[in-house]
């Protein structure tokens, strides 16, 4: 079964900075385009980043000059580098990827990035 299991979450004061990681099992990694989504309570889920098969990655305004995503095939990993993280980066950080047909979703369970004094 496809596997997505994020890490690197935590608390950090504003300005500071946190990298996170996806770690996938049960898939060919590198043929899959990931990405990088976040949430708060009460909200939509928000996208993040993606990284394509060919390490081309893309980003949300926000996260444009602050955040850095990128992937290692060797360890199937996909990294979310966050730097001047700010009070609303507060959110549960979720990794994603998915089939084309069937049409298949699969998502990790989360890491909890908290940016407070």
């Known amino acids: 079964q496809v596997s997505l299991v994020e890490s690197g979450g935590g608390l950090v004061q504003p300005g500071g900075s946190l990298r996170l990681s996806c770690a996938a099992s049960e898939l060919p990694f590198s043929a899959y385009n990931m990405r990088w989504w976040r949430q708060v309570p009460g909200k939509q889920r928000e996208w993040v980043a993606t990284?394509?098969?060919?390490?081309?990655?893309d980003y949300a305004d926000f996260a444009k000059g602050r955040f850095t995503v990128s992937r290692d095939n060797a360890k199937a990993t996909i990294y979310l580098q966050m730097n001047n993280l700010k009070p609303e980066d507060t959110a549960v950080y979720y990794c994603?990827?998915?089939?084309?047909?069937?049409?298949?979703?699969?998502w990790g369970q989360g890491t909890q990035v908290t940016v407070s004094s």
């Open positions: 990284i394509r098969t060919s390490k081309i990655a």
């Open positions: 994603n990827t998915n089939d084309a047909w069937p049409p298949q979703e699969y």
